[in-house]
């Protein structure tokens, strides 16, 4: 079973910035096309960065520009450094499998960003 644990959170002010991690067991993660995941209150969960196994990057519009996703095979690991970051980037983040998402999803880690 693969398991997803996300870090790096945490309560900043606007134009702050970020850097959240993503550590991935299991042995399919170099194959993967990986990506970075929110969800505000009320909100559905919605895909803001994604990166191929062949480390293309791709990024929601609300957020290009300002986050930039890595990745490092040899750790299984995923990065969404985020800079520049306003009072709607807001929520928990998730990493996951893009397409195709692992179960169960990682407990996320939160992300507040205040004027």
């Known amino acids: 079973q693969v398991q997803l644990v996300e870090s790096g959170g945490g309560s900043v002010q606007a134009g702050g910035s970020l850097r959240l991690t993503c550590a991935v067991s299991?042995?399919?993660?170099?194959?993967?096309?990986l990506g970075w995941y929110r969800q505000a209150p009320g909100k559905q969960r919605e895909l803001v960065a994604r990166i191929s196994s062949a480390l293309s990057p791709n990024y929601a519009d609300s957020v290009k520009g300002r986050f930039t996703i890595s990745r490092d095979n040899a750790k299984n690991t995923v990065y969404l450094q985020m800079n520049s970051l306003k009072p709607e980037d807001t929520a928990v983040y998730y990493c996951?499998?893009?397409?195709?998402?692992?179960?169960?999803w990682g407990q996320g880690t939160q992300v507040t960003v205040s004027s």
């Open positions: 299991g042995s399919t993660f170099k194959i993967n096309s």
């Open positions: 996951n499998r893009v397409g195709n998402p692992f179960n169960p």
